[in-house]
C-alpha cells in the first residue's frame, strides 16, 4: 500500500526560557492565575529581527540530521505560520533559501494552530499520488511581534528605569491572549513508501468562517492604507480572542472530529497509541480526554514548558516524543488541533 513514513525530526526554542512570574513585570498577572488556567510555566519568544523562516532553520536541520538525508533530495516544503516575516510574501520560500535549497517549491499554510493537521493531509496525497517523495513540514511562529508591552527592557530585567503606565495598562489590557503565546518551531521529514502499512489511514478537517470573529487580528487590506493611525488606535495590530468561546469550540468540536476519523479509519479510539494534541491550554485537552475518556497518559503534554506555540506545537510534541523513545514506528496516532479561522480537525497515521 502506498503511504508515508516519518524519517526525521527536530525542534528549535529560541532563548531562554520567560517565566509566568516575569510577565508580571510587565502586566497584571500571577503565576498562580497562568498555570491554574492554562497548565504554562514558561513560554520563549523569538529575539527582535527574526521571525518564523529563522527559526525554522535549527528545527529544519535536526530534522535532516535524524533523517540521514541530503537537503536537497527534499521536493516539497509545507510551511505553516499564523506570524510570518512580512504581511506578504509567505515564509516558507525564504526559509526554503536560508536552508540552502533556494528553488524547491514551498506552499505557505494559514490554517493558524489547525495547520499541521490540514499539512497531513496535503502531504499525505502529494506522496502517495507520486507528486513527491520527500516532504518537510514546518511549524514556526514568532508572536513576539505581537505582544502587547513595548518595553522589552523591562521584561528583560535590563533596565532600572519603571515600566511606563501606559504601557503596563495596555498589556493588561490584552493579558487574556498574550500569556498564552509563545514561540519555536518543529520540523518533520516525510518520506513515500509503498512497504508496511505506515500512512494516512483518514482525516476528518473542518472550517467555518462564520467563527471568524472569535479570534483574529482584526487589521488587514480592506482598509486603505492598510496600515494606519486608527488601527493602531483601536489597538487592532493585537490578537483578539474570545477565549471562552473558542475554549468551547474545541471541546466540542474536536471529539466530533477525532470519532469520525476513528470511524472513516475503522479504528477504535482503544486503538491509539497517542493522541497528540495541539497545546494551546491544558485544560482544553483535559476536557476533551476527560469527555473522550481517553487514557491521560495517551495524551501527552508539554504546554508546561512552552506555551501555546501554534503551528510549532504538534512538530515540537512529536519530535519530543521520537526522541525520548516514546512513539515509534508501528504505532497508530491521532493527531487533532483547533485554530483560528476556524479551522479544525484531526487525523490517524500509522507511523
Ligand atoms: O491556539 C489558539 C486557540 N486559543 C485557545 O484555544 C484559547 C482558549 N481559551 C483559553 O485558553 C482561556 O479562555 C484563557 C486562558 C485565554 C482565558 O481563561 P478564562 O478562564 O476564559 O478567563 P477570562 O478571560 O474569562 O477571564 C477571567 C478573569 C477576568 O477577571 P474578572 O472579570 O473575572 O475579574 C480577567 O480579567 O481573569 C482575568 N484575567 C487574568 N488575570 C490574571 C484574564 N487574563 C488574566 C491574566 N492574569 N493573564
Redesign the pocket.
Known amino acids: 500500500m502506498a503511504g508515508f513514513r516519518i524519517i526525521g525530526s527536530g525542534r528549535y526554542l529560541p532563548g531562554e526560557p520567560y517565566t509566568n512570574d516575569m ?1 508580571s513585570r510587565v ?4 503565576d498562580e ?2 498555570y491554574k ?2 497548565g504554562i510555566r514558561q513560554r520563549h519568544y523569538c529575539p527582535e529581527g527574526q521571525g518564523p523562516s529563522d527559526l525554522a532553520v535549527p528545527a529544519a536541520r535536526n530534522a535532516i540530521e535524524d533523517a540521514g538525508i541530503e537537503p536537497s533530495s527534499i521536493d516539497f516544503i509545507l510551511f505553516n505560520t499564523m506570524t510570518p516575516d512580512y504581511l506578504l510574501p509567505g515564509s516558507g520560500a525564504e526559509f526554503a533559501a536560508k536552508l540552502g535549497i533556494p528553488g524547491v517549491p514551498a506552499l505557505d499554510m494559514r490554517q ?2 489547525a495547520a499541521f493537521v490540514y499539512s497531513f493531509q496535503i502531504a499525505s496525497a502529494m506522496l502517495t499520488s507520486g507528486a513527491a517523495k520527500r516532504i518537510l513540514i514546518v511549524g514556526s511562529e514568532a508572536h513576539a511581534g505581537y505582544m502587547p508591552w513595548h518595553e522589552w527592557d523591562v521584561l528583560d530585567g535590563k533596565t532600572d528605569k519603571p515600566q511606563s503606565q501606559e504601557d503596563r495598562e495596555r498589556a493588561t489590557r490584552h ?7 509563545g514561540d519555536g518551531a518543529g520540523a518533520l521529514l516525510l518520506e513515500a513508501t509503498s512497504e508496511g502499512d505506515a500512512g494516512l489511514l483518514s482525516a476528518e478537517l473542518h472550517s467555518d468562517g462564520s467563527q471568524i470573529e472569535q ?1 483574529r487580528i482584526p487589521a488587514g487590506f480592506k482598509e486603505r492604507p492598510f496600515i494606519n493611525q486608527k488601527v493602531v488606535d483601536e489597538e487592532r495590530m493585537f490578537l483578539f ?1 474570545n ?2 468561546e ?2 468551547k469550540h ?1 471541546i466540542s468540536k474536536v471529539p466530533q472530529a477525532v470519532r469520525a476519523a476513528c470511524k472513516k479509519a475503522s479504528v477504535s479510539l482503544d486503538d491509539i497509541d497517542w493522541f497528540v494534541a ?1 497545546q ?2 491544558d ?2 485537552n483535559i476536557a476533551i480526554r476527560e469527555r473522550m475518556k481517553l487514557a491521560p497518559a495517551k495524551v501527552p503534554s508539554n504546554i508546561k514548558n512552552y506555551g ?1 506555540t ?1 503551528g510549532g ?1 504538534i512538530p515540537i510534541l512529536m519530535d519530543e516524543m521520537r526522541r525520548d523513545g516514546r512513539m515509534k514506528a508501528g504505532q497508530l496516532i491521532c493527531v487533532f488541533a ?3 479561522g476556524m479551522h479544525w480537525g484531526a487525523v490517524i497515521i500509522r507511523l
Open positions: 510577565l502586566l497584571d498577572t500571577s492565575w497562568i488556567r492554562t493558524q494552530c493579558r487574556g491572549f498574550c500569556i498564552i503565546f479570534l480572542m477565549g471562552k473558542v475554549f474545541a495541539h494551546a491550554n485544560r482544553i501555546n501554534s506545537t483547533l485554530g483560528a
